[in-house]
C-alpha cells in the first residue's frame, strides 16, 4: 500500500483517526512518502536526501489602519449553512481554521465573488483568489504569463521557472506559482497556501505573507501559519467567531 502525503489535506482531528487506523490494515506491507516525519510509531524510516531543520521568519511588525473589508453574510446550500459577520483592516492578516468540510473555503469563494450568498460585503479594489487546487488557475503556456507581479515570482524562489509550462510543475511548484499570482493592493484570498510544500518552500510563503502590506484571509491547517496572522478565525457549527490562541492550540492537538 503506497501512501503520498495521505495527510496533506487533513485537519489534526482527521490526521489523527488516519494514523490511528493504519496499525488495523493487516497483512499489507505500508510505504509511506512524506515531506517531514509524520511521527508514526512501529515505523522504519528511511530519509532520502537532507533532512535540514528549516527555520520561520520572525513575524514584522505592522500598522493596521482604516477599513479594508466589511462582511455579513449568510450560505444556504442543502444541509449547508454558513453566517459570517467580520471586518478587518488595511494590512491586516486572518487565518480561518476549521474541520474539513466546515466552509473554510465557502468563506473565500463568497469574498472573491463566485459564491452565492445572501448578505453584503464590500471592500475596495478586486480580489485575489488562490484555490486549493493550484491546476484550477492556469491558462496560459508559461508560467511566467499567469503573473501580474513578476517580482513575487522572486520573493517565492521560482524564477527559474517562469519559461515552463505551469502544467509540467510539481504539485508544490504549481503551489508556489499560484501563491505568486497574487496582485498588490488587492485583497488576498489564499486557501491552503503552505500544501504541497517541503520545509523550506514553506518558510519561502512565510516571508512572502509576513512582508506582505496587503490585507489577507487564509484558510489553512498549518498551525506554524497562525503566527504570521493577525487574528484567527474559527469556522465551526455554521459560524465563523473569532478564536483565541488557546483554542486554536487546542484545535490543532486535534
Not at 111 to 134: D, H
Request: with cysteine.
Amino acid at each position: 500500500l503506497l501512501l503520498d502525503e495521505p495527510l496533506e489535506l487533513l485537519d489534526p482531528v482527521e490526521s489523527n483517526r488516519f494514523k490511528a487506523f493504519l496499525p488495523k490494515i493487516k497483512k499489507k506491507t505500508i510505504v509511506w512518502f512524506d515531506k517531514e516525519d509524520p511521527k508514526l510509531s512501529m515505523a522504519q524510516k528511511i530519509f532520502l536526501g537532507g533532512c535540514k531543520k528549516q527555520g520561520c521568519p520572525a513575524k514584522k511588525s505592522r500598522r493596521l489602519h482604516g477599513t479594508a473589508l466589511r462582511a455579513d453574510f449568510s450560505v444556504k446550500r442543502n444541509d449547508f449553512c454558513l453566517r459570517a459577520n467580520f471586518s478587518m483592516q488595511n494590512c491586516e492578516k486572518i487565518a480561518l481554521i476549521g474541520r474539513n468540510g466546515c466552509g473554510k473555503t465557502t468563506v473565500l469563494k463568497v469574498l472573491a465573488g463566485i459564491e452565492k450568498f445572501c448578505g453584503k460585503v464590500s471592500f475596495k479594489g478586486r480580489p485575489s483568489f488562490v484555490p486549493q487546487n493550484p491546476s484550477h488557475l492556469f491558462f496560459n503556456e508559461t508560467a511566467e504569463a499567469e503573473l501580474v507581479e513578476p517580482e513575487n515570482a522572486k520573493s517565492l524562489g521560482i524564477g527559474h521557472l517562469l519559461k515552463q509550462n505551469p502544467t509540467v510543475l510539481s504539485k508544490g511548484q504549481q503551489k508556489l506559482l499560484s501563491v505568486a499570482t497574487i496582485k498588490k493592493r488587492s485583497l488576498a484570498l489564499l486557501d491552503e497556501p503552505t500544501t504541497w510544500l517541503d520545509p523550506k518552500n514553506r518558510a519561502a510563503v512565510y516571508k512572502f505573507i509576513n512582508e506582505s502590506s496587503q490585507p489577507m484571509v487564509i484558510a489553512t491547517h498549518d498551525h506554524t501559519l497562525l503566527q504570521y496572522c493577525d487574528r484567527v478565525f474559527l469556522v465551526e457549527g455554521g459560524e465563523v467567531r473569532a478564536c483565541s490562541s488557546t483554542a486554536a492550540n487546542r484545535f490543532f492537538q486535534g
